[in-house]
């Protein structure tokens, strides 16, 4: 069996109980709160995703960054009023993660700095501290999106800030 055939193999079997012990309730709801606290200070909606497969029905197995736009797309993260959202994206049968940003931050950041802010999420992902990399990486959109994007008197939360884990 090829290794290709096995990784399919494991996105097609993983249960979605498994996103929920990857990220259980205690870290999802400090990531709502530093999503909620974030948006305060600036006028971008951040969307966070975890899901254990790549695999959707019609499509099989696909990789992390297709999945990510497929997610950004379907959660209407590009549907915010100054096209501000921005979407982090985990894979956890991979380890793998996508930082997907709206049209409108694309137009005034650069691609280095979201890859300044992935390589630092995934230092701490692979030295085991994953609700840190999580939450440093959220701080750090923020800082960049509060740079940018500062929050105005009329501030509305677009997108819902609880994360969502399947």
């Known amino acids: ?17 498994w996103a929920r012990r990857a990220l259980p309730a205690a870290v999802c709801a400090s990531i709502e709160t530093a999503i909620r ?3 305060t200070q600036h006028r971008g909606e951040i ?10 029905w019609g499509s099989g ?5 297709e999945r990510a736009i497929d997610v950004f ?8 009023a100054e096209n501000t959202g921005v979407l982090i994206y985990l894979q956890l049968i991979d380890h793998d993660f996508e930082i997907v940003a709206d049209r409108g931050i694309s137009a005034r950041l650069a691609q280095g700095e979201w890859d300044a802010i992935a390589a630092r999420m995934e230092a701490e992902f692979r030295a085991g501290r994953f609700e840190a990399g999580i939450l440093e ?9 509060k740079q940018h994007f500062p929050a105005g008197a009329i501030n509305p939360n677009e997108l819902p800030d609880r994360p969502i884990v399947r």
């Open 1 to 17: 069996m090829t290794t290709k055939n096995i990784n399919k193999i494991k996105h097609l079997c993983m249960p979605s109980w």
């Open 37 to 39: 606290e974030s948006e």
């Open 73 to 80: 797309a379907h959660r209407r993260v590009w549907d915010t």
């Open 137 to 145: 990486g959220l701080r750090e959109i923020g800082a960049l999106l």
């Open 61 to 65: 197995v696909r990789t992390v960054r």
């Open 47 to 56: 969307c966070f995703v975890a899901e254990t497969s790549l695999f959707t």
